[in-house]
């Protein structure tokens, strides 16, 4: 097999240009771990002081706080010491003063409860002189309206009364003038049966009187006239 | 004696329907005697329950003789003669208000015999409620001519006076 000497040489230069790469690579990879060790050094070393620093200073401010609290102690009893006497003095205006206006406060209100009660009283009497007129009024205008509502329902019952009054007139002229009616209608009836029971009485009676009172003949002789009469009247043609 | 003389007679005799209902009575029985064998005198027996003179004639006129055979149709013919003259014969309703005496009924049958027909005979009634006086009827005309008819007119034309009387 042959190999191009132009591949051969493309080989040949790509290979050695790897190669210087590779070196340089190494070269750089070789710095870093050293830069990278220091750096660890020097971290360390920083942790270290830290770890130490604030210690130090914890126990610096203790330190200070004492002693800022020890000079405030000792100011605080001196401005004690200082003002006792003051409180007393105070004490004594505040009392003083608090008497003071509590006898003010007192005439204040005792003058504020009078003039309240006055202008209660007054306003009391006001009103009731109000409720007085208002009541007057209130029952001079019920008298007014009861005058009125009377005088309205005495109207109207006065009004209904006539219409009533006429109504049951009429009703009553009405049933007077049929009664009236009936009752001549009855008295008719009434006199016609007792002039018919009377006719009938009296002829009953004369029937039987003249039934006594013909004799014998005299039948005889009212037959025969009958009979001449109805020759006459020539019933027997 | 014909058939005739014997209504003419038994007639002028006759008063009233009752009469005749009596006669035309007897004479059916002597009919229904016919064939029986009685005597004339059982015959005439017949006769004798009416007024004496009618049954006389009767008897002479009918039932001299006993009825035989042969004399029997004559007989009946005579019979049925009569019979139907009787009951043809006329009569008025005479309406009264007392109970008649025979002198009475005679009275009235003979005025009516008299001055009527002597044929008319009477049919009468009683009725005491008439009064007085009579009814008649006659040829289907009715007339009343009673006290009760009378004393009702003159109620009816005075009723005011009597009624005023009253009062």
Redesign the interface.
């Known amino acids: 097999m042959l190999i191009d000497p132009l591949s051969l040489i493309f080989l040949t230069v790509a290979v050695t240009v790897l190669a210087i790469v590779l070196f340089f690579l190494a070269r750089a990879y070789t710095r870093s771990a050293e830069k990278l060790h220091e750096m660890d050094k020097v971290t360390n070393q920083l942790q270290n002081q830290l770890a130490e620093k604030p210690i130090k200073l914890l126990e610096q401010a203790h330190q200070q706080a004492q002693e800022i609290i020890d000079k405030a102690n000792k100011e605080a009893s001196e401005i004690l010491a200082s003002t006792k006497g003051y409180e007393d003095n105070s004490n004594k205006a505040l009392k003083a003063k608090l008497v003071e206006l509590e006898q003010q406060q007192a005439a204040v209100f005792a003058k504020a409860s009078e003039d309240m009660k006055i202008a209660y009283q007054n306003m009391i009497t006001q009103i009731q002189e109000q409720d007085i007129n208002t009541l007057k009024t209130m029952t001079k205008d019920i008298e007014s309206d009861v005058i009125a509502d009377f005088k309205e329902f005495r109207d109207v019952l006065e009004k209904e009364t006539i219409n009533s009054e006429k109504v049951v007139k009429e009703k009553i002229d009405e049933e007077y003038l049929a009664m009236e009616k009936d009752l001549e209608d009855y008295k008719k009836q009434k006199y016609q049966k007792i002039?018919d029971d009377?006719?009938k009485i009296?002829?009953r009676v004369?029937?039987m009187v003249?039934?006594q009172g013909?004799t014998?003949d005299?039948?005889?002789e009212?037959?025969?006239?009958?009979?001449?009469?109805?020759?006459k009247?020539q019933?027997?043609? | 004696m014909s058939n005739s003389a014997l209504f003419d007679q038994i007639i002028a005799l006759l008063r009233t329907t009752s009469e005749v209902m009596q006669v035309l009575t007897c004479l059916e029985e002597l009919t229904e005697t016919f064939f029986s064998s009685k005597s004339a005198g059982d015959h005439q027996q017949v006769f004798r329950k009416l007024p004496k003179e009618i049954s006389a004639i009767l008897i002479t006129g009918l039932a001299s003789e006993p009825i035989t055979p042969e004399n029997q149709i004559s007989i009946k013919r005579k019979i049925d003669e009569l019979t139907d003259k009787l009951r043809t014969c006329k009569n008025i309703q005479l309406t009264i208000a007392f109970q008649p005496d025979e002198q009475t009924i005679t009275l009235f049958s003979d005025w009516i015999k008299k001055n009527v027909s002597p044929e008319l005979l009477i049919d009468m009634q009683f009725d005491k409620s008439i009064v007085g006086g009579a009814q008649i009827i006659a040829g289907g005309v009715f007339k009343d001519y009673t006290v009760r008819k009378s004393l009702a007119n003159r109620f009816r034309i005075q009723r005011d006076d009597i009624m005023g009387l009253l009062n």
């Open positions: 002039d009377i006719y009296l002829y004369s029937e003249l039934n013909i014998y005299k039948h005889k009212l037959v025969i006239e009958a009979l001449e009469t109805a020759k009247e019933v027997f043609q």
